[in-house]
Nanobody, 123 residues
């Protein structure tokens, strides 16, 4: 079992930056690929970014490529999402996800989820 706790969300203005954190506990963090997903009101949960267990492979949704950066610190059991040049359409609840030994951009293929953190971008 893996427990994930997100933090760092908030209300910001368009064009500014925010960094989300996801702290993991329970199992060997470095065995898990990690991802960020988001869900806006009335919409499906969608993939944002993912990172392999070593940090050597990273994937991004086209909508955030060049603006968001995913990273991880296995010594701290934490994955981060640096969000720059935020837009109003980035407003959503952001969820951290874990998948054992691999990563997936599909929400139904991730094994563990955090409770989410709200990000609101005002224009």
């Amino acid at each position: 079992q893996v427990q994930l706790v997100e933090s760092g969300g908030g209300l910001v203005q368009a064009g500014t930056s925010l960094r989300l954190s996801c702290a993991a506990s329970g199992r060997t963090f470095s065995n898990y690929g990690m991802g960020w997903f988001r869900q806006a009101p009335g919409k499906e949960r969608e993939f944002v970014a993912a990172i392999s267990w070593s940090g050597g492979s990273k994937y991004y949704a086209d909508s955030v490529k060049g603006r968001f950066t995913i990273s991880r610190d296995n010594a701290k059991n934490t994955v981060y999402l640096q969000m720059d040049s935020l837009k109003s359409e980035d407003t959503a609840v952001y969820y951290c996800a874990a998948r054992r030994f691999s990563i997936s951009t599909r929400k139904d293929e991730n094994d563990y989820w955090g409770q989410g953190t709200q990000v609101t971008v005002s224009s």
